[in-house]
Antibody
Framework: QVTLKESGPVLVKPTETLTLTCTVS??????????VSWIRQPPGKALEWLAH???????SYSTSLKSRLTISKDTSKSQVVLTMTNMDPVDTATYYC???????????????WGQGTLVTVSS | QSVLTQPPSASGTPGQRVTISCSGS????????VYWYQQLPGTAPKLLIY???QRPSGVPDRFSGSKSGTSASLAISGLRSEDEADYYC????????????FGGGTKLTVL
């Protein structure tokens, strides 16, 4: 079955760089038009899309956070990595990775989600 | 401030029908599919509706979606206590180089 699992630090200091890893199973990152997104949710607030990467290495970023984000993948390890630079307390949130599924050539975004990982930014 | 606008709250009694609206613009809802997600307390969101009005396998037919112009709606009929959750709409936005946008979420309370 399809699963995604986020991993990374639970606590980072202001100005540090956050690195999160999403390890997937049940599908391959090399499948045509399959992708993975990162989405975050501050405590008690709404979902915010951050970035996505597709099997062909096509990438897209949130316009407001683009300068701070980098997304990459390691197909052999079934992992997608997100880095966010210059962390600030307002970046405290649960960070989710979610699959963008390919259904016979049609894309369905965020059809499977990881459980999320809470990252707190504090000195 | 979310790009897609949803009412912050909605409520209904068991058995009732409730609707949740999602308003956008020509660059997102007006030209792309709308998706809906249900987030039960303390859990990750779950896909509820895709391509405006399609239900994934396992989603009860009490849930339905529609879209008209730059707005969309999620309807829940035969409301049940387990439907109490946050609901989010989402769409691709064609502005600039393109990006996904979410609504601000609607907290549904079953009275």
């Amino acid at each position: 079955q399809v699963t995604l699992k986020e991993s990374g630090p639970v606590l980072v200091k202001p100005t540090e760089t956050l690195t999160l890893t999403c390890t997937v199973s049940g599908f391959s990152l090399s499948n045509a038009r399959m992708g993975v997104s990162w989405i975050r949710q501050p405590p008690g607030k709404a979902l915010e899309w951050l970035a996505h990467i597709f099997s062909n290495d096509e990438k897209s970023y949130s316009t407001s956070l683009k300068s701070r984000l980098t997304i990459s993948k390691d197909t052999s390890k079934s992992q997608v990595v997100l880095t966010m630079t210059n962390m600030d307390p307002v970046d405290t949130a649960t960070y989710y990775c979610a699959r963008i599924g390919d259904y016979g050539g049609s894309m369905i975004p965020f059809d499977y989600w990881g459980q999320g990982t809470l990252v707190t930014v504090s000195s | 401030q979310s790009v897609l606008t949803q009412p912050p709250s909605a409520s209904g009694t068991p058995g009732q029908r409730v609707t949740i609206s999602c308003s956008g613009s020509s660059s997102n809802i007006g030209s792309n599919y709308v998706y809906w997600y249900q987030q039960l307390p303390g859990t990750a969101p779950k896909l509820l509706i895709y391509r405006n009005n399609q239900r994934p396998s396992g989603v009860p037919d009490r849930f339905s979606g529609s879209k008209s112009g730059t707005s969309a709606s999620l309807a829940i009929s035969g409301l049940r206590s387990e439907d109490e959750a946050d609901y989010y709409c989402a769409a691709w936005d064609d502005s600039l180089s393109g990006f996904w946008v979410f609504g601000g979420g609607t907290k549904l309370t079953v009275l």
